[in-house]
């Protein structure tokens, strides 16, 4: 995942209708069609004229979650490895100074 794709996906996620969202099945007595609407408390996101199979339904409800946590999970593990990166950098420049300063001291004798 590069920056961008994850500031697209942000803004992508930023644009969409408030969560949460949720599946409301249809059923319609007179035949076996298997079709969801996607609520949101904001109104219909999918609804009977734009059908998505149930499971399709799900997916897009749980990816309104999903996404956002995992974005966010990636922003934190990518801070934490900076963060780690920048603690070995510390402790490699620390190491080459004890060295320098060993290679000084053992001159002076």
Excluded: H
């Amino acid at each position: 995942m590069t920056p961008e794709q994850l500031a697209e996906w942000a803004a992508l996620t930023d644009a969409a209708t408030m969560g949460p969202w949720e599946v409301r099945r249809l059923s319609w007595p007179q035949d076996s069609r298997d079709a969801s609407d996607i609520v949101s408390p904001f109104g219909v996101i999918s609804d009977a004229e734009n059908m998505p199979k149930a499971a399709d339904a799900a997916f897009i409800a749980a990816a309104r979650a999903a996404v956002p946590a995992l974005i966010a999970e990636v922003q934190r593990l990518r801070a934490a490895v900076k963060y780690t990166e920048q603690l070995a950098e510390r402790e490699l420049y620390r190491q080459e100074c004890e060295y320098a300063l060993w290679d000084v001291m053992d001159g002076a004798q």
